[in-house]
Every structure is written in structure tokens, then in C-alpha cells.
């Protein structure tokens, strides 16, 4: 939270900066704009000021010398005096719809401020009377104010010009810092989608997400120290099962070779040697427990290799379904096989080793947890996509909370029922991206995907 106030409060500088700038540049060119019009308003009413000082007198006649008369002809359009009594006694280029010759007190006082018939006048009191300067009409707008029309058309296309050139400048400025955030924001996108990917993430503290940049780098340092710390947890735990496998294999063949000749010593009693075969087959089970233990360590940490090879899945089913009878697993069990014909000339991709330890280890589930008997059913189908297997049985079924754990529902505890079995079941399928479901307590269908099966006359093309 602490970061995302960080960066209201700095977007919300990021705002005040770009109004003070508007603010900056407008008063910047409202000055200049001014100071113009000041320097254009004092220039016309000091040029009547100097044609004043133009004026002479030659034996009682008023002229204007030559110097004036540029000034009169470059500022003004003509020019007159007027003596006390409003008489006019001198003219320059004086206008034929002008031709007073008195003009009364009133007359002066409104022309003096303001037009004269249309013509902007200037007066200027002179030795030699009142000097009155008139421009040409429409060249000056006087009204309070003295200035030229063209400065206040000026003024009249500039407001509006004011007006979008700050819009313009606010979006500019808008779009470059939004450029700046989203630049930000996308190296904080980035270094999230590097952290989803278990990848460490060293971004760069500063600007506006500064703060979140800082979190970044130190959850990614977190948790790469505690995938450095998972990973030597699983190495040890490999290694210490790897051994311990290894060190208990010698002594238990040794148990099981004295139980099988205890066995068939027929010295003993037949209690003794029923007590031989109990050992042996016990025996034999902690060996396929050490296996089992072998095998989801390695499928768990991805150290078990899949030797891929395509095979024919109604093929395998039966030659797993033969050897369960031959090796007299199905004492008090009977297990049906049903097969498509459809699915005879399909070949799947996979490794043929695991998928019969993972069939056998559901079947064989199916005999420990049913001893005295039940019914075993697997169906294999051609399906939309790829090949459906199904297993079921109607024995006891697998407990709620086996599923549960099975399928991540619910965590592993110490409390956790023995599914050892089912697990590297669920790891071989999982390993070969085939998808299993729990249809219930009793009913388990694997679907393999069709991007890996062929027909036979293919692979026969193929070899």
C-alpha cells in the first residue's frame, strides 16, 4: 500500500508540474504579448510629440521643417493647429471631408478622445496652438486604449490560438509522462511475469514504481533462496533414499534366499515352513516397497528418463492381463479384458515399462485391498481425439480421502493414508501427459491424446 500511495502522490506532482509549466509558458508569452502593446501604444503618442518639435515660425508663418514632414507623412495622414478661440490658423495634407475652419470646445474635447470624423486623432499642445495629428481611418483603435487594429485582430486570433496551443501542450506533456509511467509499469509487468516463471528478477529502483521495484527484487532473492533450499532438501532426500534402497537390497536377498530354502526344506514341520513363506512373501513385498519408494522419487523430482517407443496398447493390455494369470495373481480375482476392435490397429507413444508397472500396480491394488475376491473390468475405446482406458473393479474402492489426496484436493500430512501404489500410478500418467480421472470409488479412465498415436500400417511404413 505504502508503494501505491508512492505513486498516486507522484502522479499527482507529475499534474501540478505540467499546470505550473502551462502557467510558466503562458505568462511568458502574455508578458511578451504586453510589452509589445506598451512599446506600440507609447510610440504613436511620442511621434505626435515630435512633430510638435518640427514646428517653426517665419515671419508669422507656421511651417513644418523637412524632417517633420517625413514624420507627418510616415506616422500620420495629416495634421492642423488650432489656436485658443478653435480656429484653425495651419494644415498639412489636410482631408477634403474636413473642411471646418472652427471647431468649438465640445468638438475639441470628443475628437481629442476619441475620432474625428472616423479619423484617430492625436493632440499635442504647442507655442503655437493646439498641434491635432490624424491617422489613417482604420489604422488605429482608440477606446481607452491606443493601439493598432492590426494589434487587436492580433489579439483576437490569439486568444482562441492561446487556447489550443495549451491543449496541445497539456496532451504532449500528458503523453510523455504517461509514456514514462507505462515504461515503469511495464518493466514491473516484466519483472512479474520473470518471477511466475520461477526466474530471478533484478529491476532497476527508481521513478515513480520505485518502491515496487524494490519488493520485486527482494521477493525474487526470497524465493530464490528458498528454491536453493528446496533443491538441496531434495537432493539430500534423493540421496538419502537412494542409499538406503541400496543398503537394504543385500540383506533383504539374503532374507528372501534363506526363506525360499527354508521352504522347501522338508526337515521341518509345515508350520515352520508356512512361516518361511509368510517371511518370503514379506520379503518380496518390502522389496516391491522399496521400488515403489525408487520410482516416485524419481518421477516426483523428473530424474526417472522416459524411454519412449510406440507400441500397441491392445497388445500390452494382454500381455499384463496373461502374466497376471501366469504368475497365479488372481487366486480368488477375476479380470476381464475388453478391446475395441477399432483400437487393434492404433499405436501409442510412451514407455512401455512404466505404463505396465502403473496397469499392474491398479490391478494389483485391486487384489490386496479385495482379498477375498472381486471382479476386475478393462475396457479400451477408441474415442474422439485418442484412446480411452478404463479400470474398474467392484470391490471395496478407493477411499474418499485417497482421491482426495491423489488429485490435490487436500494436503499431504503424516495422517495420509498408504497410496504409494496409486501415486506412481498417477505420476506415470502424468508423465506421459495422459489425462486420469476418478470417475468414482470404483472406476479410473485414462485418456491418451491423440497427437501421439498412429495407426500399425504406419509404424510399419515408418520402420
Known amino acids: 500500500m505504502k508503494s501505491l500511495s508512492k505513486i498516486i502522490v507522484r502522479y499527482l506532482m507529475t499534474a501540478v508540474l ?6 510558466f509558458l503562458n505568462g511568458f508569452v502574455y508578458v511578451v504579448t504586453a510589452f509589445q502593446f506598451v512599446h506600440a501604444s507609447n510610440t504613436t503618442p511620442g511621434a505626435i510629440q515630435d512633430l510638435a518639435e518640427e514646428l517653426t515660425m517665419e515671419d508669422g508663418v507656421i511651417s513644418l521643417t523637412e524632417q517633420g514632414q517625413e514624420l507627418a ?8 493647429l488650432l489656436d485658443d478661440d478653435g480656429n484653425r490658423i495651419w494644415s498639412y495634407h489636410l482631408p477634403t471631408d474636413l473642411p471646418n475652419l472652427h471647431y468649438t470646445a465640445s468638438e475639441i474635447a470628443v475628437f481629442s478622445k476619441w475620432y474625428l470624423h472616423d479619423y484617430p486623432i492625436l493632440c499635442y499642445v504647442t507655442d503655437y496652438g493646439l498641434l491635432v495629428a490624424g ?3 482604420g489604422s488605429l483603435f482608440r477606446y ?24 496541445v501542450l497539456v496532451i504532449i506533456l500528458t503523453i510523455m509522462w504517461g509514456i514514462r509511467f507505462y515504461q515503469s509499469l511495464r518493466t514491473i509487468a516484466a519483472g512479474v511475469e520473470s518471477l511466475s516463471q520461477e526466474q530471478p528478477v ?4 527508481k521513478g515513480m514504481t520505485e518502491l515496487l521495484a524494490k519488493q520485486l527484487n527482494q521477493t525474487s532473492k526470497i524465493l530464490t533462496r528458498q528454491r536453493e533450499h528446496l533443491a538441496k532438501r531434495d537432493d539430500a532426500r534423493t540421496t538419502w533414499i537412494s542409499g538406503v534402497s541400496h543398503d537394504i537390497r543385500t540383506p533383504l536377498s539374503l532374507i528372501m534366499g534363506y526363506a525360499s530354502n527354508l521352504k522347501e526344506d522338508c526337515s521341518l514341520s509345515e ?15 518390502i522389496k516391491h516397497l522399496i521400488e515403489d519408494l525408487n520410482l516416485t522419487s524419481k518421477l516426483e523430482y523428473d530424474a526417472q528418463p522416459l524411454r519412449i517407443t510406440s507400441f500397441s496398447p491392445s497388445r500390452l493390455l494382454r500381455t499384463i492381463v496373461s502374466d497376471c494369470y501366469n504368475q497365479e495373481l488372481l487366486a480368488a480375482h477375476t479380470l476381464e479384458l475388453f478391446i475395441d476392435k477399432e483400437v487393434e490397429q492404433i499405436c501409442l507413444d510412451g514407455d512401455t515399462a512404466l ?7 491398479l490391478i494389483q491394488n485391486s487384489v490386496r485391498h479385495n482379498p477375498h475376491g472381486c471382479q476386475i473390468q478393462i475396457c479400451l475405446s477408441l474415442e474422439e481425439g485418442g484412446v480411452l482406458f478404463c479400470y474398474a473393479d467392484d470391490g471395496s474402492g478407493i477411499p474418499s480421502n485417497v482421491i482426495a489426496s491423489l488429485t490435490g484436493q487436500v494436503p499431504e500430512t503424516e495422517k495420509t ?15 506421459h501427459e495422459w489425462n486420469l480421472r476418478f470417475l468414482d470409488r470404483h472406476t479410473i479412465s485414462v485418456f491418451a491424446k491423440a497427437a501421439s498415436h498412429k495407426s500399425v500400417s504406419q509404424k510399419k511404413a515408418d520402420q
Open 18 to 23: 505540467i499546470l505550473l509549466i502551462t502557467i
Open 73 to 80: 507623412d510616415t506616422a500620420f495622414q495629416f495634421a492642423m
Open 135 to 137: 491617422a489613417p481611418k
Open 144 to 167: 481607452n486604449i491606443l493601439d493598432s487594429v492590426d494589434k487587436i485582430k492580433y489579439v483576437a486570433y490569439m486568444i482562441p490560438a492561446t487556447l489550443i496551443l495549451n491543449l
Open 202 to 205: 533484478t529491476l532497476p529502483e
Open 271 to 285: 508350520e515352520q515352513r508356512h512361516i518361511a513363506a509368510v517371511m518370503e512373501s514379506q520379503s518380496l513385498q
Open 355 to 361: 505404463l505396465t508397472r502403473a496397469f499392474l500396480n
Open 417 to 431: 493414508p498408504h497410496i504409494m501404489g496409486l501415486r506412481i500410478v498417477t505420476q506415470i500418467f502424468k508423465a
